[in-house]
């Protein structure tokens, strides 16, 4: 039996890499500890114990783990290091034998985090602790919470889709929820602990349902009737999942806010076959026209890797044609890395390092052209915008319903609430708007 008492005022620090389900998912663990005794603390400061929830995306996230954990000992030589997450999913043993590294956690094990601390010695080499995650079937629902204004709510993890790229569902398993009920609940908790804003998140959010018989729109049907929520984005979302109905429902919607953002990866149909995605550019497009059509104010985000084994130039040009033409707000751009135990691996067109740099930079300059031009159609028009409460050189941010960043001089009380503002002029080099409080 582990004495527990040995966590009271015990300093815990924590590190997130990867994407929003992350960060939720992090501030569930912060919680279980501080109700174990223990007090948060910044990452920068010395801890007695550091978490690092990793991702294991690209070559790059690895790095950054290992930068991590640098970080921690050089910190406090004696704390005890704990690494969790995607990269603990995949390579534990590689990450137990890292210098100063005390304990690995798998994908789930790290919701039962106080149970595997024991006397938080630290160790010759690191003690591993993850299951077999493919087999797994509980779902642990998360949100996060204190960290950022918005809140991020996991309401489904896993995916069944195994793209020829990715190692995610090695990492996380198959697609599993809960049911809406205790979604719903969930996020009325996050609600009543202050939360005006809440993301759904997840690995593959549109599937959700799958494990309970319901459904992704059933879910946002729902979740719209809950009044002490002023907003819900939906993040990264399957365009072969978007449907038709759930476009036109948060068009009509007073809280689901006219925001997208929809994982595009290729612009060529070649290449989406080889990457085994389910859908066509064709259908793509539909999505946002469609979008379009009943939000021409929205804001589309789209993912888009680049340099994939098999992508050659005509492919890449063939990409950059369509995705110039399509009307979205911004690009978010993957440098293609090659992981261990993918299917991608097996293509032998394999793209120089130098040319996915080279297509990564075209890539981020269409994508800054498209996000200047979606935010100068703006200007000088009026908006409805959820302050955040850091304050940087005497000014504070905030989103707007279609997801424009404006700044104002920084003012405490704004903090989480929503304002009507008038945005006086676009500063394009910093993609903000100046704004000023409407009287």
């Not at 992350?22 to 978490?51: H, M, P, Q, W």
């Not at 995705?323 to 978010?332: C, E, F, G």
């Not at 940087?392 to 424009?404: A, D, H, K, Q, S």
Request: proline share 3%.
């Amino acid at each position: 039996m582990i004495d527990k008492s040995l966590f009271l005022e015990k300093k815990v620090a924590f590190h997130t890499l990867g994407c929003k389900l992350n960060f939720s998912e992090t501030s569930t663990i912060a919680r279980a500890l501080t109700d174990e005794g223990f007090v948060k603390v910044k990452y920068d400061e010395f801890a007695d114990v550091y978490v690092i929830n990793t991702c294991s995306v690209t070559e790059i996230a690895d790095k950054k783990c290992r930068q991590a954990i640098n970080k921690a000992i050089r910190q406090n030589p004696n704390a005890f290091v704990v690494v969790t997450g995607c990269y603990a999913q995949l390579k534990p043993k590689s990450i137990a034998h890292m210098e100063g590294v005390d304990l690995v956690l798998g994908s789930n094990e790290k919701f039962k985090i106080a149970d595997y601390l024991g006397d938080l010695q630290k160790k010759a080499s690191g003690e591993v602790h993850a299951g077999k995650i493919m087999s797994n079937k509980e779902f642990f629902p998360s949100y996060s919470m204190g960290d950022r204004t918005r809140t991020f709510l996991k309401v489904q993890d896993g995916c069944d889709y195994f793209c020829s790229y990715c190692t995610i569902p090695l990492a996380r398993g198959k697609s599993r929820n809960s049911d809406i009920a205790t979604t719903v609940q969930l996020a009325k908790k996050a609600a009543s602990e202050g939360a005006e804003e809440i993301i759904l998140t997840g690995v593959n959010i549109g599937d959700f349902g799958k494990s309970t018989n319901e459904n992704f729109f059933q879910l946002v049907q729902e979740l719209d009737k809950i009044k002490e929520i002023q907003r819900f984005r939906i993040s990264s979302i399957e365009p072969n999942l978007l449907s038709d109905e759930i476009i036109e429902f948060v068009a009509q919607s007073e809280r689901f806010m006219p925001h997208f953002h929809i994982p595009l990866q290729s612009g060529s149909n070649k290449v989406l076959a080889m990457m085994k995605r389910k859908y066509n550019r064709e259908l793509f497009a539909q999505r946002v026209e469609k979008i379009k059509t009943l939000l021409p104010h929205a804001f589309i985000g789209v993912d888009v890797i680049v340099g994939v084994r098999g992508e050659t130039s005509i492919h890449f040009n063939e990409a950059l044609e369509f995705i110039n033409d399509l009307d979205i707000s911004q690009l978010h751009v993957f440098t293609y890395s090659e992981r261990p135990n993918t299917k991608a691996l097996t293509i032998e067109h394999v793209v120089p390092i130098t040319e996915r740099k080279l297509r990564s930079q075209i890539l981020h300059q269409v994508s800054d052209k498209k996000t200047r031009y979606f935010y100068s159609q703006f200007e000088g028009q009026t908006a409805n915008v959820l302050f955040e409460g850091s304050e940087n050189e005497g000014m504070m941010n905030g989103f707007t319903e279609n997801y424009i960043k404006v700044k104002i001089p920084f003012d405490a009380e704004l903090k989480n609430c929503v304002k009507r503002v008038h945005l006086k002029s676009f500063v394009a080099d910093e993609m903000v708007f100046d704004a000023e409080l409407m009287v």
